[in-house]
């Protein structure tokens, strides 16, 4: 049992936070939500903080707070609805949306600027190649790429930033947001790192305890401390990158999220700099990739106790995440926001409810709270989707529905009632 905190620990293992949570995938939508908030940049950037930073680092606390495993937090509910749950954000950030994200934006940041004409199914088709080969071989050469990527993008970022900081390239936009605030917490759903949090938090809690730290106030307590340090390094990235966004006035009409990021680096830093962050990211993104394939593939191995081996599940998990990068960054993000506003506000109590666990009263609670917040984000996101118009009368009458988060009131109103109606039962 250690009894103080390694200054040496919480940094090492803050950089393994900020490492897991700015996935190469993420550069893409801080430049773009600065170009849309335009002049309210802080309210825009608050806005996609808390969704984009400070919701995974909680969800990383949740699970270190049960142990390691996040499965733990959704049987209160019930097994079979943590067993889906778990699978669907699997999926999500998976061979559904993240992974094929990865090949998309290599694809758009990386070769299309250079090579206009080539072919995108010969490029991402090889991608997956590549990346199916390093998941199933034992080569040491992802970790290698690993250790020395990480620093040269974060150096290219950092140069990017404040270059273009001291000298912009443009004029400050208009907000183009109806409510700035609302829609930036809405696109920190993007980033999917909250998701990625709950999954993959059960890493660090093994990473925490295999030095020394086994009580759970000092895995909590590092965990604290060490995410102190992730906050500040996501802060100054995705800060830095809406600045950027946020001075595009010059460039008129729409544009693409992975088009503005590449029009940034060659205004900023020129031709060898965008050849310098296009390399930088497309190995980001090969690497995370082959990170999610693989914890894909051990998962419905594991899910299946065999019955799918682990090879057949990476190749499977390749051809899929093929077909859907296929249609693009955009259209990705595009079908990928429906799925998020349904998973995200679940995961959301969750979280919330881990909190506050001492004091439920019984699991019903649990169920009431979580089943209350999925069926009103279902008919929420139905709504929307198929434009029924009855159903988005009736979410329009909900407190914040306005906002994009009708689930909010109802699921306190619910928790509150049910708690004090467990308790009551619980004093009988």
Known sequence: MKKDTSIKDMIIIGFALFAMFFGSGNLIFPPYLGRMVGDQYWIGLIGFMIMGVGLPLLGVMATAKVGGDFRVVGNHVSSLFSTILITSLMLTIGPFFAIPRTAATTYEIGIKPFFENINPVAIISIYFLINTFLVISPISIVDLIGKFLTPILLVTLVTLIVKGSISPVGTVTETTLDNVFADSLIEGYQTMDALAAVCFGGMIVHTIKSKGYNQPKEIITLTLKSSLVAIIGLGIIYGGL???????????????????????????????????????????????????????AEYFSDLTKGKLPYWLGTILISIVSMGIALMGVDRIVGITLPVLKILYPVIIV????????????????????????LAISLFDVMGQTLGIIPLQKVIRLIPLSSMGFPWVVPVLVVFIVYQLVSSKKIMK
């Open 350 to 373: 969750l979280i919330g409810l881990t909190f506050v666990d001492q004091w439920i009263a019984s699991d019903r609670v649990y169920q009431i709270a979580v089943y209350t917040t």
């Open 242 to 296: 809406m600045y950027l966004g946020m001075y595009t006035g010059h460039m008129n009409g729409t544009i693409e999220k992975t088009a503005l990021v590449v029009s940034l680096a060659h205004q900023i830093l020129g031709k060898t700099g965008s050849v310098f962050l296009a390399i930088s990211v497309s190995l980001a993104c090969l690497t995370t990739s082959i990170g999610l394939t693989a914890t894909g």
